[in-house]
């Protein structure tokens, strides 16, 4: 049973009071410390100081509960809980630690409060803070939506003072002299005397002390790694492709398999004749799992060539089977039956449309691959009602979940084993490799097997980001906005990925309108409206989610009006903000970008601001014309995530995520024929190139009251900032996703 089904009822009443619109629970519960995993398995003269740090005689282990996918989730962590603790990198190892209830993520679920994210009002406060809440009693772990930052922060900040006041208590104990009187450095607890101990002497003294729960957090000016230039812990073992990652994971007795299931996803296996493959050399046997088989060899390279030999009767997809019915739905979701909700709606709109010359446009975002370069992997051992699993994922207490349901065990006999990820992009927040592997295992109980996803299967059952269409309508008066009105129309990726998990959505998505009704902008008449297209193929959360493609819709519908008043794009910007960090951001990114300045003939520049996750970002971009098509030239970043914890590390995600708006917008989409994706690998789902990247210049502010993650919100202003600048050097106004339908790039 899932922690929140274990609340009695008169805890629930004697820990909540009502608010308007919902129940925000008090604090007696919350406050309540969960339990530390760690205390379940300790050795003799092993101390669990936090679930946070482990120490004994020989080691000290901090646990880094944050899946990493590649964003060095681990190295922040760590760097967090040292900070604190007094330790120096390389003075410990890192472990990802046992799903437990005590590693809740505190961000994530207060980003699904449907207030803007820079709200302090009242209610948004108790709305999120309800939902906070909530995320402890259901013991909410999770990596994604840019929150490992805002959550570890404070957190694992205060698990590391925890440590250390606990070790000096120890080391009091020990020496007679009072705490106040000792000091740490390094990894010691140090006497008045110069006289140390290590917290690894002291670990068995501490094992039979209480938890120290009254502790200062160091102020900034006494930080030594927080703020600093470091190096990641995983970057000498990337950089010398000695990294471990979950695909290539072996254990004696390992089989390898490769899965075939039906290509026009949620379709019927009808049959199949596995009689080539089983001849095929390095074939054991041929299983049976939802949907399709799987091929068991003695390698990988075997499993994929035999599952290919497979011959399938597959039944038709449960949506449309060509493109252009998936568009015509989306295009025929903007009535009133399939409003989600308006999100925004200040002054009168209509009057303001009806007495102006409208400005019209419609705009459209594709489906598109996550695509990361290690595909979907997973290793399971069924054995004795035991299942042991080894993978990457974001969400491992579901994952223990859902493993349990198909392998029909107890919860607590799926012992998952985290490892670090080569991407996500949201890829990894879905199960299908989870299940297929445990209906493999407890098939072949006693027998590891590792399921490896070919790069084609994982192209063809991915779950892509959400297809969407906008249309605005605004009025210009006197060399000004005048008026704005956006209808934004998607299928819901949350909808769709979490009922995959089993998990109902209630109220309206968010993520339709994200990037969208929340820009900080004082048109006098502003409208957002949000339409839910019904299901269609199968989506679900894309780096950014919803903000990767209204973002583009907001921004760049806002360029044309401001073209259309005659108004500079930045000078218009910043008349109407009324936030003062996102006018900081603004004025920022014109300032690094030398904006107002010459190009010069065939050159163009762009810009766009997306307020997504709570951080506002604004981008410049430069191009140029040339006979062969459009080159990127210059990328000019401003963001403000309140305090930056590892500046090198900001400084690559900014970069990382410029690349990554910028590569899809110009080249990637996911398209179906006869109900298949007919996008098999990179070749024809093709990212930026290393010759198409620019020269790109990154400065981050931190003006803003909260801690931020910078992870995502780069991406939704890049494909707007790109369009408005081809915009200015070509007079082409590029409205519709991938940009390579309509100009050419070098």
């Given at each position: 049973?899932?922690?929140?089904?274990?609340?009695?009822?008169?805890?629930?009443?004697?820990?909540?009071?009502?608010?308007?619109?919902?129940?925000?629970?008090?604090?007696?519960?919350?406050?309540?410390?969960?339990?530390?995993?760690?205390?379940?398995?300790?050795?003799?003269?092993?101390?669990?100081?936090?679930?946070?740090?482990?120490?004994?005689?020989?080691?000290?282990?901090?646990?880094?509960?944050?899946?990493?996918?590649?964003?060095?989730?681990?190295?922040?962590?760590?760097?967090?809980?040292?900070?604190?603790?007094?330790?120096?990198?390389?003075?410990?190892?890192?472990?990802?630690?046992?799903?437990?209830?005590?590693?809740?993520?505190?961000?994530?679920?207060?980003?699904?409060?449907?207030?803007?994210?820079?709200?302090?009002?009242?209610?948004?406060?108790?709305?999120?803070?309800?939902?906070?809440?909530l995320g402890k009693f259901i013991g909410l772990q999770g990596t994604g939506g840019s929150s490992s930052v805002p959550d570890s922060f404070e957190k694992l900040r205060t698990a590391g003072?925890?440590?250390?006041?606990?070790?000096?208590?120890?080391?009091?104990?020990?020496?007679?002299?009072?705490?106040?009187?000792?000091?740490?450095?390094?990894?010691?607890?140090?006497?008045?005397?110069?006289?140390?101990?290590?917290?690894?002497?002291?670990?068995?003294?501490?094992?039979?002390?209480?938890?120290?729960?009254?502790?200062?957090?160091?102020?900034?000016?006494?930080?030594?790694?927080?703020?600093?230039?470091?190096?990641?812990?995983?970057?000498?073992?990337?950089?010398?492709?000695?990294?471990?990652?979950?695909?290539?994971?072996?254990?004696?007795?390992?089989?390898?398999?490769?899965?075939?299931?039906?290509?026009?996803?949620?379709?019927?296996?009808?049959?199949?004749?596995?009689?080539?493959?089983?001849?095929?050399?390095?074939?054991?046997?041929?299983?049976?799992?939802?949907?399709?088989?799987?091929?068991?060899?003695?390698?990988?390279?075997?499993?994929?060539?035999?599952?290919?030999?497979?011959?399938?009767?597959?039944?038709?997809?449960?949506?449309?089977?060509?493109?252009?019915?998936?568009?015509?739905?989306?295009?025929?979701?903007?009535?009133?039956?399939?409003?989600?909700?308006?999100?925004?709606?200040?002054?009168?709109?209509?009057?303001?449309?009806?007495?102006?010359?409208?400005?019209?446009?419609?705009?459209?975002?594709?489906?598109?691959?996550?695509?990361?370069?290690?595909?979907?992997?997973?290793?399971?051992?069924?054995?004795?009602?035991?299942?042991?699993?080894?993978?990457?994922?974001?969400?491992?207490?579901?994952?223990?979940?859902?493993?349990?349901?198909?392998?029909?065990?107890?919860?607590?006999?799926?012992?998952?084993?985290?490892?670090?990820?080569?991407?996500?992009?949201?890829?990894?927040?879905?199960?299908?490799?989870?299940?297929?592997?445990?209906?493999?295992?407890?098939?072949?109980?006693?027998?590891?097997?590792?399921?490896?996803?070919?790069?084609?299967?994982?192209?063809?059952?991915?779950?892509?980001?959400?297809?969407?269409?906008?249309?605005?309508?605004?009025?210009?008066?006197?060399?000004?906005?005048?008026?704005?009105?956006?209808?934004?129309?998607?299928?819901?990726?949350?909808?769709?990925?979490?009922?995959?998990?089993?998990?109902?959505?209630?109220?309206?998505?968010?993520?339709?309108?994200?990037?969208?009704?929340?820009?900080?902008?004082?048109?006098?008449?502003?409208?957002?409206?949000?339409?839910?297209?019904?299901?269609?193929?199968?989506?679900?959360?894309?780096?950014?989610?919803?903000?990767?493609?209204?973002?583009?819709?907001?921004?760049?519908?806002?360029?044309?009006?401001?073209?259309?008043?005659?108004?500079?794009?930045?000078?218009?910007?910043?008349?109407?903000?009324?936030?003062?960090?996102?006018?900081?951001?603004?004025?920022?990114?014109?300032?690094?970008?030398?904006?107002?300045?010459?190009?010069?003939?065939?050159?163009?520049?762009?810009?766009?601001?997306?307020?997504?996750?709570?951080?506002?970002?604004?981008?410049?971009?430069?191009?140029?014309?040339?006979?062969?098509?459009?080159?990127?030239?210059?990328?000019?970043?401003?963001?403000?995530?309140?305090?930056?914890?590892?500046?090198?590390?900001?400084?690559?995600?900014?970069?990382?995520?410029?690349?990554?708006?910028?590569?899809?917008?110009?080249?990637?989409?996911?398209?179906?024929?006869?109900?298949?994706?007919?996008?098999?690998?990179?070749?024809?789902?093709?990212?930026?190139?290393?010759?198409?990247?620019?020269?790109?210049?990154?400065?981050?502010?931190?003006?803003?009251?909260?801690?931020?993650?910078?992870?995502?919100?780069?991406?939704?202003?890049?494909?707007?900032?790109?369009?408005?600048?081809?915009?200015?050097?070509?007079?082409?106004?590029?409205?519709?996703?991938?940009?390579?339908?309509?100009?050419?790039?070098?």
């Open positions: 049973m899932s922690r929140i089904g274990t609340i009695t009822r008169r805890a629930f009443l004697v820990g909540s009071v009502a608010i308007a619109g919902g129940v925000a629970f008090g604090t007696y519960l919350y406050r309540k410390p969960a339990a530390n995993p760690l205390l379940d398995d300790l050795a003799e003269g092993e101390a669990a100081l936090t679930p946070w740090v482990l120490i004994d005689a020989e080691k000290i282990t901090l646990i880094t509960p944050h899946s990493d996918l590649g964003q060095g989730a681990v190295s922040m962590q760590a760097m967090l809980l040292a900070e604190e603790l007094d330790l120096e990198f390389g003075q410990f190892e890192t472990s990802p630690g046992v799903p437990s209830p005590a590693y809740y993520n505190t961000a994530m679920a207060t980003e699904l409060a449907p207030f803007n994210a820079h709200d302090t009002s009242v209610q948004a406060r108790a709305v999120r803070g309800g939902l906070g809440v003072a925890v440590a250390r006041e606990t070790l000096k208590r120890a080391a009091s104990e020990r020496s007679g002299i009072n705490t106040t009187a000792l000091r740490t450095e390094a990894g010691k607890v140090i006497l008045p005397d110069g006289t140390a101990f290590t917290y690894q002497e002291l670990a068995a003294d501490t094992a039979g002390l209480a938890p120290v729960r009254k502790v200062r957090l160091r102020e900034p000016s006494e930080w030594r790694l927080i703020g600093k230039e470091v190096q990641r812990l995983d970057i000498l073992a990337k950089s010398t492709g000695t990294q471990a990652y979950g695909i290539d994971l072996e254990v004696e007795g390992m089989v390898h398999a490769a899965v075939k299931v039906n290509p026009r996803q949620g379709g019927a296996l009808n049959g199949y004749d596995a009689s080539a493959a089983l001849e095929m050399r390095g074939v054991s046997r041929v299983v049976e799992v939802t949907g399709g088989a799987a091929v068991i060899a003695d390698n990988t390279w075997r499993a994929f060539h035999a599952a290919e030999a497979i011959d399938f009767d597959w039944g038709p997809a449960p949506y449309p089977a060509e493109m252009e019915g998936h568009w015509a739905e989306v295009a025929a979701s903007f009535t009133e039956e399939r409003l989600d909700k308006e999100w925004r709606h200040d002054g009168d709109v209509d009057a303001a449309v009806s007495e102006g010359q409208a400005v019209e446009s419609e705009y459209r975002a594709p489906y598109v691959a996550h695509a990361p370069l290690e595909p979907l992997n997973a290793l399971a051992l069924f054995e004795a009602g035991r299942l042991d699993l080894w993978a990457a994922h974001q969400m491992p207490r579901f994952l223990q979940q859902i493993a349990a349901r198909v392998a029909g065990i107890d919860i607590g006999q799926v012992h998952f084993h985290q490892q670090y990820a080569g991407g996500s992009f949201g890829h990894r927040l879905e199960f299908e490799n989870v299940r297929q592997a445990v209906e493999i295992a407890i098939q072949m109980p006693g027998t590891p097997v590792k399921l490896t996803y070919s790069r084609e299967e994982d192209f063809a059952h991915d779950f892509p980001r959400q297809i969407g269409m906008a249309r605005g309508v605004g009025t210009v008066k006197d060399g000004r906005v005048e008026s704005y009105d956006l209808q934004v129309a998607t299928v819901s990726s949350s909808a769709s990925q979490t009922a995959r998990m089993g998990q109902p959505v209630f109220g309206p998505d968010g993520q339709i309108a994200a990037g969208a009704w929340n820009q900080p902008f004082a048109v006098p008449n502003f409208r957002v409206r949000a339409y839910r297209v019904p299901e269609l193929a199968p989506t679900s959360s894309w780096r950014s989610v919803g903000a990767s493609t209204q973002g583009f819709f907001a921004s760049a519908f806002l360029d044309e009006l401001i073209h259309a008043a005659g108004a500079d794009p930045l000078a218009e910007r910043l008349r109407l903000c009324t936030h003062d960090v996102s006018r900081k951001v603004l004025e920022a990114v014109g300032e690094i970008s030398d904006w107002g300045s010459s190009l010069g003939e065939g050159r163009g520049r762009g810009l766009a601001f997306v307020d997504s996750f709570g951080v506002p970002v604004a981008e410049v971009v430069e191009v140029t014309e040339t006979e062969d098509g459009i080159r990127i030239d210059k990328v000019f970043v401003a963001a403000d995530v309140g305090t930056i914890v590892d500046p090198v590390n900001f400084d690559n995600h900014v970069k990382g995520a410029v690349v990554w708006g910028l590569g899809h917008a110009m080249n990637c989409e996911i398209t179906y024929s006869d109900g298949m994706v007919e996008q098999a690998n990179y070749f024809d789902h093709e990212g930026m190139r290393m010759h198409q990247c620019p020269e790109i210049f990154v400065k981050g502010l931190e003006t803003a009251p909260k801690v931020r993650g910078i992870g995502e919100p780069p991406v939704p202003p890049a494909a707007p900032a790109l369009a408005a600048a081809i915009f200015d050097a070509t007079g082409t106004r590029l409205r519709e996703m991938p940009f390579n339908r309509f100009v050419d790039f070098v």
